[in-house]
């Protein structure tokens, strides 16, 4: 009885989540068409386009999309400790590039290998409305040995899933193929954006004061470790696994070592927690003026712009939540006072259904 309850729930909400792709369509577009942007240059104009394109419309399409499974909850006191522990990480992995151990290849294995798993997942859906009916109602035979391994109910796979999970292991072995980086760095972005719309799907973060002491707490940790030191740019550059957007440098005479531009997985994923919160804020508030969602994506891209406008004036890398987090924070606040909901706007909690998980 529970796994037919399971499979009941797991079909409704890939029902769910193919119609909300269905209704973003020309988002997702867009955000295929950027892919083809390398084909026209990689000038100081198209790389900004392409970050800001591929940044502001995920965090849009990730504040919208539908899920199947609740999402884990963050705490205050996770909140609290959350720098903590990003720094704490951050410098153990500075230390060992120090010392000459290069954790590379094993970091991005375990990356490349959840990047598959992203691509499974978050590609059924969008293949649904690509591909014809028969495709989500397919299925693939199995072994009954095997369907007992895996507690099936009936000796089968379901076409999409298995269809998806082979493109995302097609992808994880691309970027693995000894190229240079400059020649499947699309297929790192992909990866990275997978993650990406995953991880923005299975965390809430609860609470709008919640929120506001992640962004907070990260605000300092991002500039602590990029102005304060060479840590955060050292480990970004020497660490090479798709956890971040990188777009080739125009050739110059003077080309620096890493010859990308960068944007990293966390400055997408962190606001984008916030923008898909403002998107909660939206259903049970219901403001009257401004959308709490929509605001929210236009403070990310004024702030994402902000901050390489300041990057391309100075040459000097930018801790991007600097401009981020007061910019989400800021113009939601605003929002909630044009909305005459400021109050309950600070107060706002995503209520929890049981069997929630809470980190």
Known sequence: EKRQLRRKQLDEGEIRRQARVREDAIPYVALLCLQFLPLIGSGKEITLAYFMGVASITVFVAARQETIDEAEYITTKNALFAPIGASASLFLVYLLLKFGIDPTALYAFFVTALGA??????GVPILRNILPKQFAEGKITIPDSVAEQLELDEPSLPLDGVTTLVLGIVCSIAYW??????????????????????????ISLGSYQTASILLAGLFCYDIFWVFGTDVMMTVATKIEAPVKFIYPIPPSDTMPDYPFSVLGLGDVVIPGLFVRFMAQADKVLKPTNLSYLNVATAAYTVGLGLCFIVNTITHAGQPALLYLDPALVG?????????????????????????????
Do not use: C, H, R, Y
Request: glycine fraction near 4%.
């Open 117 to 122: 798993l992203s691509i499974s997942d978050i």
């Open 177 to 202: 193929v000894p190229a240079a980086m400059a020649q499947k760095f699309i297929v790192s972005n992909v990866i990275a954006w997978s993650l990406a719309m995953v991880s923005l799907g299975a």
């Open 331 to 359: 113009s939601t606040l605003a929002a909630g006072a044009a909305n005459n909901q400021l109050a309950d706007l600070w107060a706002f909690k995503q209520e929890q259904q049981p069997g929630d998980e809470v980190m």
